[in-house]
C-alpha cells in the first residue's frame, strides 16, 4: 500500500520547480540570488532533480570504517602501552609514526591484538631492510601490518627527498618486491596547505601516478592519507571523487586494488581560542569522512594544535567517533551518499574539473616536474591566501575566532606545542608546501596583547 501512496499525484518537473521558484523571488535574478559559486568553479544551485541528474558510474564502499588511533613513537615501552589502552577503549586500529629503524619490533607489539586490528607503520624514513624485517614479523607473528611510505610526500612537505630522486624510487622498488603494503600518498599536506578541492584530487592523483609511472606492477594496495575541511556536501564528494579518478587511473596500468582512504580532520580551520568548537568542527568533517566512503578514521584532538598527546584529548576524539558508529549508526549502510543528486553531481563535477587539472599537470611533466618548477606551490598559495582573504574580511567564518570571539579568553599559559608555522631556513631541492591555519595572524595578534 505504501508503495502506490502517490501514485495519485503527478510528477513535478525540474522546469515546473524553477518557474515557482521564480514566482516566489517576485521579480529577484535567479541566480544572482539563489545559485552561488564555489572556490572550484562550481555553480551550486538550490535544488537538484532526477530529470537532470544521469549517472552510470558505481563507487565500491564500506560501512565498516575503522577508528584509528595516531601514536608517534618516542618511547617504545610507553606507546606499546597508549596502544593497549587505546584498542581496549574503542580504537579499531593504530597508526605509529616511527622515526628510526632502530625501533624494537617485539616491544613495540607486544601483548597487542592480532585479529580484524590493521597497524600502519608511518616511516619517517626509507629503507627496504626495515620493510623488509617488518614483513617477516607480520608474517611470523599474524599481524596485520601496513606500511605508509611515501617519497613524494616527503619532497613536497620537507623540500628534500629522503636521499634523491634515484635512490629513494630504487629503495621502493626493492620494497615492492616484498609484496607487502607499502605505498600511501599524502595528500592531507594539499588540503592543510590551502589547495581547492578540484586542486587535491588532481594532486593526489598525479602524485599517485608518479608511482604508477616509476613502480613496475604495483601488487598491493595503494593508501591516501586526506584531510577533509568544513564544506560537508563538498568533503563527501570530494572522497567519492577521489575513489572514481584512482579506480580509472589504475585500470590504465593493470592494478587491480580499490585504493585504502585514510581520512583525518584538516587543521587549517582549527582555532587557538574558543578551542571546545574545534569538537564541533572535526565532528562534522568526521561525518563527511564516513559518508564519502573513507576505509579508516583518525579524529583530531580539539586540542591537538596547542597541547602535546594527552589521555583527556585522546578520549574526547575516539569517543566522538564511537558515538557516530554506535550511536548514530553512521556503520550501517554501504555508500549512503548514492542517489543523492546533489552529492551525485558533486562528486561528477568535482572528478570532471581534477582530471582535466591532472592532464595538465601530466603534459607539463608530471607532479615531481612541477614540483621542482615550484608551480604546485604557487598555484596552492594561490587558492590559499583567496581563502585567507575571506577569512580577514570576514566573509569566511570561524565562530569564537573572527566571529564572536571571548575577549576573556587566556591562552598564552596554555601553550605545550607552537601554534604557528615555524621557520627553518635551509638549504631545500624545492620550495616545501608549507600548512598553515587561517587564524594564525589574528591568535599571534591577541597572545601579544594578553
Same mark, same amino acid.
Request: glycine share 4%; hydrophobic share 35%.
Given at each position: ?8 499525484? %503527478? ?6 520547480? #524553477? =518557474? ?13 540570488t ?14 537538484? @532533480?532526477?530529470? !537532470?541528474?544521469?549517472?552510470?558510474? !558505481? ?15 618516542? %618511547?617504545?615501552k610507553?606507546?606499546? !602501552?597508549? $596502544? ?11 597508526? /605509529?609514526?616511527i ?15 592480532? !585479529? ?8 619517517? /624514513? ?6 623488509? #624485517? ?39 622498488k ?20 590551502? +589547495? ?21 606492477? *604495483?601488487?598491493?594496495q *595503494? ?9 560537508? /556536501? ?5 572522497l ?7 579506480s ?6 593493470? @592494478?587491480? /586494488? ?15 581560542? %574558543? ?5 564541533? &568542527? ?11 566512503? $573513507? ?20 578520549? *574526547?576524539?575516539?569517543? =566522538? ?17 548514492d ?8 562528486t561528477?563535477?568535482? +572528478? ?7 592532464? %595538465? *599537470? ?15 606551490? &604557487? ?30 579568553? &587566556? ?7 607552537f601554534?604557528?608555522? #615555524? ?12 600548512? &598553515?591555519?587561517? $587564524?594564525?595572524?589574528?591568535? @599571534? ?6
Open positions: 500500500m505504501a508503495e502506490n501512496l502517490f501514485n495519485e499525484f %503527478d510528477p513535478v518537473t525540474s522546469k515546473q520547480w #524553477k =518557474q515557482q521558484i521564480q514566482y516566489e523571488l517576485k521579480g529577484a535574478d535567479y541566480n544572482e539563489l545559485v552561488w559559486e564555489s572556490p572550484e568553479g562550481i555553480k551550486v544551485k538550490p535544488f537538484y @532533480h532526477s530529470d !537532470e541528474c544521469d549517472f552510470n558510474f !558505481e563507487l565500491s564502499g564500506s560501512n565498516g570504517f575503522k577508528i584509528i588511533q595516531n601514536i608517534y613513537v618516542y %618511547d617504545v610507553k606507546s606499546n !602501552e597508549r $596502544a593497549i589502552d587505546s584498542l581496549k577503549r574503542g580504537a579499531e586500529s593504530v597508526r /605509529f609514526t622515526e628510526s629503524e632502530a625501533i624494537s619490533l617485539d616491544e613495540l607489539m607486544g601483548n597487542l591484538p592480532k !585479529e580484524n586490528v590493521t597497524y600502519y607503520f608511518n616511516l619517517l /624514513f626509507l629503507s627496504a631492510e626495515f620493510v623488509k #624485517k617488518v614483513g617477516a614479523f607480520s608474517t611470523q607473528n599474524q599481524f596485520k601490518i601496513v606500511i605508509l611510505q611515501d617519497a613524494v610526500g616527503q619532497l613536497a612537505k620537507d623540500g628534500n627527498w629522503f636521499a634523491s630522486l634515484e635512490k629513494d624510487f630504487n629503495e621502493l626493492l620494497i615492492s618486491d616484498l609484496n607487502i603494503p607499502f605505498l600511501s600518498c599524502k595528500t592531507d599536506l594539499y588540503q592543510n596547505a590551502g +589547495a581547492n578541492i578540484v586542486q587535491q584530487l588532481a594532486y593526489s592523483l598525479a602524485h599517485v601516478n608518479e608511482y604508477f609511472n616509476r613502480i613496475e606492477n *604495483i601488487s598491493s *595503494i593508501t591516501f592519507e586526506v584531510s577533509v575541511g568544513t564544506n560537508y /556536501f563538498f568533503e563527501i564528494s570530494k567519492r571523487a577521489l575513489r572514481l579518478l584512482f580509472s587511473l589504475a585500470k590504465e596500468y593493470n @592494478h587491480t /586494488f580499490d585504493c585504502h582512504i585514510v581520512v583525518t580532520p584538516t587543521k587549517r580551520n582549527k582555532t587557538l581560542y %574558543d578551542y571546545n568548537v574545534n569538537m564541533l &568542527r572535526t565532528t562534522t568533517e568526521c561525518m563527511s569522512a564516513i559518508l564519502g566512503g $573513507a576505509d579508516g578514521i583518525s579524529n583530531l584532538g580539539y586540542d591537538a594544535i596547542y597541547h602535546k598527546d594527552n589521555e583527556f584529548g585522546d578520549r *574526547i576524539a575516539r569517543n =566522538q567517533l564511537l558515538v557516530l558508529k554506535h550511536e548514530s549508526y553512521f556503520n550501517q549502510v554501504n555508500n549512503p551518499a542517489g543523492a543528486y546533489y552529492i551525485e553531481t558533486l561528477e563535477q568535482l +572528478a570532471e574539473k581534477a582530471l582535466e587539472l591532472f592532464k %595538465d *599537470i601530466e603534459a607539463n611533466g608530471g607532479l615531481i616536474t612541477q614540483l621542482i618548477e615550484g608551480t604546485i606551490q &604557487r598555484k596552492i598559495n594561490e587558492s590559499a591566501q583567496k581563502e585567507q582573504d575571506l577569512f580577514d574580511s570576514g566573509k569566511e567564518v570561524l565562530l569564537g575566532t573572527n566571529k564572536y570571539p571571548n575577549k576573556n579568553d &587566556r591562552m598564552a599559559n596554555e601553550l605545550e606545542l601554534p604557528f608555522v #615555524k621557520n627553518n631556513p635551509r638549504k631545500t631541492l624545492v620550495t616545501p608546501i608549507i600548512e &598553515r591555519r587561517l $587564524a594564525e595572524k589574528l591568535e @599571534h595578534e591577541r597572545l601579544a596583547s594578553e
